[in-house]
T-cell receptor, first 110, second 118 residues
Framework: KNQVEQSPQSLIILEGKNCTLQ??????????LRWYKQDTGRGPVSLTI?????NTKSNGRYTATLDADTKQSSLHITASQLSDSASYIC?????????FGAGTRLTVKP | GAVVSQHPSRVICKSGTSVKIECRSL??????MFWYRQFPKQSLMLMAT?????????EQGVEKDKFLINHASLTLSTLTVTSAHPEDSSFYIC??????????????FGPGTRLTVL
């Protein structure tokens, strides 16, 4: 069973709208949680990284939250743009062992 | 930010040939590099972990004799797919780990290599 579960699996929104992606994990012991953006046919690019003590981290229009007690994280995208269309992957690390979620495929339509 | 490059970006080869993929950390030294494989619409799957100067550690189910990994220096790791077959067609991504300026461990991904075996 995957230790990192992401939802929804896919999402379609209109340009300019906001959206929130979810990540639930059971990875233990917890070291950090990363959100990556992966464009089709490209390698993942880091958006945010949060440790146990951090509960929010922003990177431009991307804001990630972390609740280490409930083992949940979210990635909020504000004022979406066409270029936001990509897969967003949640990665949870137990020390140096990284566990990947299956990703959420986001499509932003004009 | 740190940059990881891969070469080639895409390769098409005949069944039975061997293909070498290079992964380089361009502006930092990476003691540990990782190789992933990603099939369409699926998540990255770790194939192996390589440490400079030592043998790679392969994940369960990954044939070490088929996927040869050489981590010859702190900035270069290579993955050779030997006797490639159509089922080896996939997107191969490398990743390099480093300690950032603050001492926080970071992991950076390469742009990936699309392998198509005919």
């Amino acid at each position: 069973k995957n230790q990192v579960e992401q939802s929804p699996q896919s999402l379609i929104i209109l340009e300019g709208k906001n959206c929130t992606l979810q990540c639930n994990y059971t990875v233990s012991p917890f070291s950090n949680l990363r959100w990556y953006k992966q464009d089709t046919g490209r390698g993942p690019v880091s958006l945010t990284i949060m440790t146990f003590s951090e509960n929010t981290k922003s990177n431009g229009r991307y804001t990630a939250t972390l609740d280490a007690d409930t083992k949940q994280s979210s990635l909020h995208i504000t004022a979406s743009q066409l270029s936001d269309s990509a897969s967003y992957i949640c990665v949870v690390s137990a020390y140096y062992d990284m566990r990947f979620g299956a990703g959420t495929r986001l499509t932003v339509k004009p | 930010g740190a940059v990881v490059s891969q070469h080639p970006s895409r390769v098409i080869c005949k069944s039975g040939t061997s293909v070498k993929i290079e992964c380089r950390s361009l502006d930092f030294q990476a003691t540990t590099m990782f190789w992933y494989r990603q099939f369409p619409k699926q998540s990255l799957m770790l194939m192996a972990t390589s440490n400079e100067g030592s043998k790679a550690t392969y994940e369960q189910g990954v044939e070490k004799d088929k996927f040869l990994i050489n981590h010859a220096s702190l900035t270069l790791s290579t993955l050779t797919v030997t006797s490639a077959h159509p089922e080896d067609s996939s997107f191969y991504i490398c990743s390099a780990r480093s300690a950032g300026p603050s001492g926080k461990v970071e992991q950076f991904f390469g742009p990936g290599t699309r392998l198509t075996v005919l």
